[in-house]
């Protein structure tokens, strides 16, 4: 009889990093089901639904999705109930998958649960830790500075690396539309990270054409279920590109003399891909005031965190306005030197979380499992 996992995750980035384990899993041993999108069912594993479906963020964002939440919640525990996995493997998204976790390990304590993308007790609640080490089985750290933070608290853990940068990126060539300058703006995968930031991205292309004008082109990598609502953002007469696939993404990435992304896996992503970053983040401030007491590191990006200082610019809540990113990207703009450094800086700090086994090493765990 093949033995059974159930793969967890709640947003594209989680979708993206199962489906680089996947092939370690050898799909003819196990019977595979997930929550999960669409690089999970590239992969040819069926779905319970899609995890666009419940890919929020912030308290706000929570709240108003709350009863839908809920419900699929307890659809997920009724149909795990039911398929009685050998494993459960999640990744992030600890408000959704770890209230799952709670009733399965109570109903299923024979079911093995492991989780990849540490909840960030670092950042703030550190003593959250005695709370999910009751359901989790092991957890798997990106970040090499986790560990002594979680055997400190006596939780189970493997230092995997972040798959992200496991392997380098083989750019598939797509034809220029322009010979202008490329600036890559991010505004996120959610909708409500893009209607908080293309208002912002529209008004500093309208700066950036007064002041450089038909020197640019405008790059928006977003999936491609908003690339219709982003295009709706955009003025006519601007000359820019929607890339909602992988290649795409990455190829104009790439050409980019500068990328402007609010803080999360994006960032990663420009990274991986050296382009010249500065960092946007903003939210309500109801959820602003709710989590700043509680934080305790200076940053939002995870570079920097790393560094513990300040490699790649950031502007946070009210420094997040168009007059501070637009003179932040004019100096960018202006000083080939200051883009340079950016790249030099960020890439000594992806080597420190680089391996090139790190979806190996997560198979390796849960297979250990079974």
């Given at each position: 009889?093949?033995?059974?996992?159930?793969?967890?995750?709640?947003?594209?980035?989680?979708?993206?990093?199962?489906?680089?384990?996947?092939?370690?899993?050898?799909?003819?041993?196990?019977?595979?089901?997930?929550?999960?999108?669409?690089?999970?069912?590239?992969?040819?594993?069926?779905?319970?639904?899609?995890?666009?479906?419940?890919?929020?963020?912030?308290?706000?964002?929570?709240?108003?999705k709350?009863?839908?939440?809920?419900?699929?919640?307890?659809?997920?525990?009724?149909?795990?109930?039911?398929?009685?996995?050998?494993?459960?493997?999640s990744?992030?998204?600890p408000?959704?998958?770890?209230?799952?976790?709670?009733?399965?390990?109570?109903?299923?304590?024979?079911?093995?649960?492991?989780?990849?993308?540490?909840?960030?007790?670092?950042?703030?609640?550190?003593?959250?830790?005695?709370?999910?080490?009751?359901?989790?089985d092991?957890?798997?750290?990106?970040?090499?500075?986790?560990?002594?933070?979680?055997?400190?608290?006596?939780?189970?853990?493997?230092?995997?690396?972040?798959?992200?940068?496991?392997?380098?990126?083989?750019?598939?060539?797509?034809?220029?539309?322009?010979?202008?300058?490329?600036?890559?703006?991010?505004?996120?995968?959610?909708?409500?990270?893009?209607?908080?930031?293309?208002?912002l991205?529209?008004?500093?292309?309208?700066?950036?054409?007064?002041?450089?004008?038909?020197?640019?082109?405008?790059?928006?990598?977003?999936?491609?279920?908003?690339?219709k609502?982003?295009?709706?953002?955009?003025?006519?007469?601007t000359?820019?590109?929607?890339?909602?696939?992988?290649?795409?993404?990455?190829?104009f990435?790439?050409?980019?003399?500068?990328?402007?992304?609010?803080?999360?896996?994006?960032?990663?992503?420009?990274?991986?891909?050296?382009?010249?970053?500065?960092?946007?983040?903003?939210?309500?401030?109801?959820n602003?005031?709710?989590?700043?007491?509680?934080?305790?590191?200076?940053?939002?990006?995870?570079?920097?965190?790393?560094?513990?200082?300040?490699?790649?610019?950031?502007?946070?809540?009210?420094?997040?306005?168009?007059?501070?990113?637009?003179?932040?990207?004019?100096?960018?703009?202006?000083?080939?030197?200051?883009?340079?450094?950016?790249?030099?800086?960020?890439?000594?700090?992806?080597?420190?979380?680089?391996?090139?086994?790190?979806?190996?090493?997560?198979a390796?765990?849960?297979?250990?499992?079974?």
């Open positions: 009889m093949k033995k059974k996992i159930f793969i967890l995750t709640g947003e594209s980035s989680g979708d993206k990093l199962a489906s680089n384990v996947i092939p370690y899993l050898n799909n003819k041993n196990y019977y595979i089901t997930a929550i999960g999108s669409d690089h999970i069912k590239k992969r040819g594993i069926k779905l319970l639904f899609n995890s666009k479906e419940i890919s929020v963020m912030g308290f706000v964002d929570v709240f108003k709350l009863f839908f939440l809920k419900k699929k919640i307890n659809l997920t525990i009724s149909y795990l109930l039911k398929f009685k996995p050998d494993v459960i493997f990744i992030d998204s408000d959704f998958s770890f209230r799952i976790h709670n009733v399965i390990k109570k109903k299923l304590p024979k079911t093995k649960i492991v989780h990849l993308v540490a909840p960030t007790i670092w950042v703030w609640r550190e003593k959250r830790v005695l709370v999910f080490r009751k359901f989790l092991h957890l798997l750290l990106l970040f090499p500075f986790e560990a002594p933070l979680f055997n400190k608290w006596k939780m189970k853990n493997t230092y995997v690396g972040h798959p992200f940068f496991e392997k380098k990126i083989t750019y598939k060539k797509f034809p220029m539309i322009s010979r202008k300058k490329i600036i890559t703006f991010c505004p996120g995968s959610r909708s409500s990270e893009i209607r908080t930031f293309m208002p991205f529209v008004e500093l292309i309208k700066n950036i054409n007064l002041q450089y004008p038909g020197i640019f082109l405008f790059h928006f990598p977003v999936p491609l279920e908003h690339a609502s982003v295009k709706n953002f955009i003025p006519s007469k000359l820019f590109l929607i890339s909602c696939s992988e290649e795409k993404k990455n190829f990435i790439k050409k980019s003399i500068l990328s402007v992304a609010k803080s999360g896996t994006i960032s990663l992503d420009i990274c991986k891909n050296q382009s010249p970053l500065i960092t946007i983040f903003k939210t309500s401030w109801i602003y005031f709710l989590i700043k007491p509680f934080v305790k590191v200076k940053f939002a990006n995870i570079i920097n965190i790393i560094a513990n200082k300040e490699l790649i610019p950031e502007l946070i809540q009210s420094e997040c306005n168009v007059s501070n990113i637009y003179k932040k990207v004019c100096l960018f703009i202006e000083n080939k030197k200051i883009r340079d450094l950016n790249v030099t800086n960020y890439r000594k700090i992806i080597k420190k979380i680089s391996k090139k086994n790190s979806s190996k090493l997560i390796k765990t849960i297979k250990s499992y079974i």
